[in-house]
Nanobody, 117 residues
Framework: QVQVVESGGGLVQAGGSLRLSCAASGNIFSMNTMGWYRQAPGKQRELVAA???????NYADSVKGRFTISRDNAKNTVFLQMNSVKPEDTAVYYC???????????WGQGTQVTVSS
């Protein structure tokens, strides 16, 4: 009964900012990694950023220095602050929750981010 719901996507001009949010509900346990993936048309889904419960994070090289991932453990929520966005950031962004105890991955339905040039 785990649900993962993203919000915050939309249209933004190049150089602008967006903040994506993802709230997970249900029994996801405490030992989990939350992250963001994205997929553009005709492209493979790729990892954007991920963060552990303890705050350890990693980023795709293409977004380092521009995006910041964070989480609120009490609310089972993960955020992606997207700054200095580029047209190549255009994609559907999916929230991902990996529960280590059950080796199960949950996905949100995605939120569209479109960056105009």
């Amino acid at each position: 009964q785990v649900q993962v719901v993203e919000s915050g996507g939309g249209l933004v001009q190049a150089g602008g900012s967006l903040r994506l949010s993802c709230a997970a509900s249900g029994n996801i346990f405490s030992m989990n990694t939350m992250g963001w993936y994205r997929q553009a048309p005709g492209k493979q889904r790729e990892l954007v950023a991920a963060i552990t419960r303890g705050g350890e994070s990693n980023y795709a090289d293409s977004v380092k220095g521009r995006f910041t991932i964070s989480r609120d453990n009490a609310k089972n929520t993960v955020f992606l602050q997207m700054n200095s966005v580029k047209p190549e950031d255009t994609a559907v962004y999916y929230c991902n929750v990996r529960v280590w105890r059950t080796s199960t991955t949950y996905w949100g339905q995605g939120t569209q981010v479109t960056v105009s040039s």
